[in-house]
């Protein structure tokens, strides 16, 4: 780093900093003091470091004018400031956004900033994870109708699905993953939407859809399909919504996944005071936000063969509103994404992610759920008579792991 001196008349010299990567800086001319004082006097430029580095908040230069008033007065050595020090970590920034009291106005800012540190996810540590999920939790809790925000919470974790998984996994053990995604169900009901103006917003490991529908266009049941294959990232056009039997009918054979709502579901869900029922849709590309420490531990036991989800999770509400005990079943239809696993109905499970269990940290469940059989293409069928977040478990040979 150069500097250089200006000379000025019973002040310490302007001092500048050439090189910083907030331009050039300096700290200006400064008095010494009083005559019967005489001592050291802190000086600034206006401005402080960004919020990202080591001296966030403090100003960008400072330094002590010390002088004798017999000779040219100037500013210690050890006290001249002329940076803001390095960049925080990825850890350390969402930390530091996690820990700011969030409001309607500076919600989709943190989560803006949030979305652009986290898509770093291979820096990401568990802390990390627990910041990001925090800034998501706090984000919702704003209850914010802006669909940039529901943006932002689906921005960031987008990115919490790139995370090594090995950090994930250490994760389980406490409630945050079942935090996070029931944060974004939360968010999905607060979004803004209207009848005709769905929300709708699609990232490689997550997709979101929201509509409000009324009953005369519910005659028919109502999916949605996402139209590509299992193992790789979603794609905005592969997702189509279902307004008939028929394309449910179509999109069957090449469906990565799909859910049929049928029309009896909506009259339970009904709300006397509105025509509209609000219905949502999230797909995760994987089930890393879904992770069981019950079947971790089963499988960590097994010798012979392993259990795990094999396919795509599939988010649904309606009405913002619990339903279960269905007469008549929700459809789904899934694909697998490894081919390691067995690929017959004997060795598949059609499951739901059930939030309570395992003291709240959740736990997949076969209840109120039945296999149906394989159809085309390695796809397996479902039917429950719920309503949550849906996949497949598989059994895979360890042979095959191995």
Known sequence: MSCHYFNTTGLCDRYVCDASPHGTLY?????????????????????ECPWYTFNSDKPMVSGFCDGDYLSQPHFLHDSIICTCGRNLTVDEQLKKLAEIALTMDNVQSVLDNATSISERSQNISVDG???????????????SPEPMVANGVIGV??????????????????????DATLALETQLQNVQVSEGDPYRNVRANLAAEVHEVSGSELQNGLGIVSAGAAAEALIDENIVLLDSQQ??????????????????????????????????FAFFSTPVLFK??????????????????????????V???????LEEPIRTVFQRVSSDYFNTANNSA?????YEADSGRGNWSTEGC?????????????????????????VRPLLVAK
């Open 157 to 178: 974790l987008n990115n919490v699905m790139d995370v090594n998984p090995e950090i994930l996994e250490d994760i389980v053990y406490t409630n945050a993953l079942n």
């Open 247 to 280: 394309l449910v009918d179509e999109f069957r054979p090449e469906a990565d996944t799909l859910i049929f709502i049928p029309a009896s579901v909506f009259d339970t869900a009904k709300d006397t005071e509105s025509e509209m029922i609000r219905v949502t």
């Open 292 to 317: 069981s420490v019950s079947l971790a531990e089963s499988n960590s036991n097994n010798q012979d063969y392993q259990r795990d989800i094999n396919t795509r999770v599939l988010s649904c509400t």
């Open 129 to 143: 994870v627990h910041s990001a999920i925090d800034i998501i939790v706090n984000a919702v809790d704003v209850q």
């Open 27 to 47: 700290i200006p001319a400064t008095l010494v003091g009083g005559h019967t004082n005489p001592g050291n006097v802190e000086a600034s430029v206006t401005g």
């Open 319 to 325: 009405g913002g509103i619990r339903i279960i005990n």
């Open 370 to 394: 039945r296999t149906i059989g394989e159809i085309q293409n390695g796809r397996q069928e479902c039917e429950c008579d719920h309503l949550t977040n849906f996949a497949v478990l598989m």
């Open 350 to 354: 059609c499951v739901y992610w059930d």
